[in-house]
C-alpha cells in the first residue's frame, strides 16, 4: 500500500463546474499538507497549505483535512479552463523530517 | 524574479557522462530539496540539504549520486556515468529557516535526457 492514494483521473468538467479532488494517507505521522498545481513542462505550484484538520480557504479553493479518516481534499469552486493541469497532494512530518510525500496527482481538464 | 532557479532547465548526456544540475533557492531560503519525477511514478524525494550541510539523503540512491550545497553559489546535484533509468525531470525545492512546517517552493526543473 502506497504512503498517499491519489485517484490519477482523468477528470473533466465544464466550465463554472465544482471540482473535487482528494487524497487518502496511510501514516498517521504526518502533520501537514498540501496541494500543489502543476502545468505541463512546469514546477509544482504551491496552491494551499495546512497544518491541522479542518477547512482553509483562498478564493476559489478550499482545503479540507480530516487527521481522523485520514483524508484530505481540493475544492475548486466557479472552475475555470485556466485551472486544467495537474492537481498533486503532498504531505510531510515535522522536525528535521521535512521530506515531501507524494500523490501520483490528478490531471483535470475543464472545458469552456 | 525571485523564485527558485534551476539551470539549465534541459540536459542531454550520454550513457557514462557526468550530469550537474543547479539550484539556485528563493532569496532567503536557507533549506534546499531535490525531488525527482518520473512519469509513472510520481514525485519521489531524493535530499534535503542546508548550507554545508546534508540533512537527509534517505532518497538518494546509492551509488553515482551526490548533492551539496555550498556556502557561496548553488547547490548542486551531480550524477555520475549516467544511465538510461537516470532519465527524469528533476525539481528542486526551497523553504525558510525555521520550524519543519514551512511550505516548499519549487522550481521549473531540469529535464534530463540519457542518449
Known amino acids: 500500500q502506497k504512503e498517499v492514494e491519489q485517484d490519477p483521473g482523468p477528470l473533466s468538467v465544464p466550465e463554472g463546474a465544482i471540482v473535487s479532488l482528494n487524497c487518502t494517507y496511510s501514516n498517521s505521522a504526518f502533520q501537514y499538507f498540501m496541494w500543489y498545481r502543476q502545468y505541463s513542462r512546469k514546477g509544482p505550484e504551491l496552491l494551499m497549505y495546512t497544518y491541522s484538520s479542518g477547512n482553509k480557504e483562498d478564493g476559489r479553493f478550499t482545503a479540507q483535512v480530516d487527521k481522523s479518516s485520514k483524508y484530505i481534499s481540493l475544492f475548486i469552486r466557479d472552475s475555470q479552463p485556466s485551472d486544467s493541469a495537474t492537481y498533486l497532494c503532498a504531505m510531510g512530518g515535522a522536525g528535521n523530517n521535512r521530506k515531501l510525500i507524494w500523490g501520483l496527482g490528478t490531471s483535470l481538464a475543464v472545458n469552456p | 524574479n525571485a523564485g527558485v532557479m534551476q539551470n539549465p532547465r534541459h540536459l542531454v548526456r550520454r550513457r557514462g557522462q557526468e550530469a550537474r544540475l543547479r539550484c539556485s533557492p528563493m532569496k532567503g531560503h536557507s533549506h534546499v530539496y531535490w525531488y525527482r519525477q518520473l512519469p509513472e511514478e510520481g514525485l519521489k524525494f531524493m535530499v534535503y540539504?542546508?548550507?554545508?550541510?546534508?540533512?537527509?539523503e534517505s532518497g538518494m540512491p546509492k551509488e553515482r549520486f551526490s548533492a551539496e550545497f555550498p556556502k557561496e553559489g548553488p547547490s548542486i546535484l551531480r550524477i555520475q556515468q549516467v544511465v538510461r533509468g537516470d532519465s527524469a525531470a528533476y525539481f528542486c525545492?526551497?523553504?525558510?529557516?525555521?520550524?519543519?512546517?514551512?511550505?516548499?517552493?519549487f522550481g521549473d526543473g531540469t529535464r534530463l535526457s540519457i542518449l
Open positions: 525545492a526551497s523553504s525558510p529557516p525555521g520550524q519543519g512546517d514551512q511550505p516548499q517552493h
Open positions: 540539504l542546508q548550507k554545508e550541510n546534508i540533512i537527509d
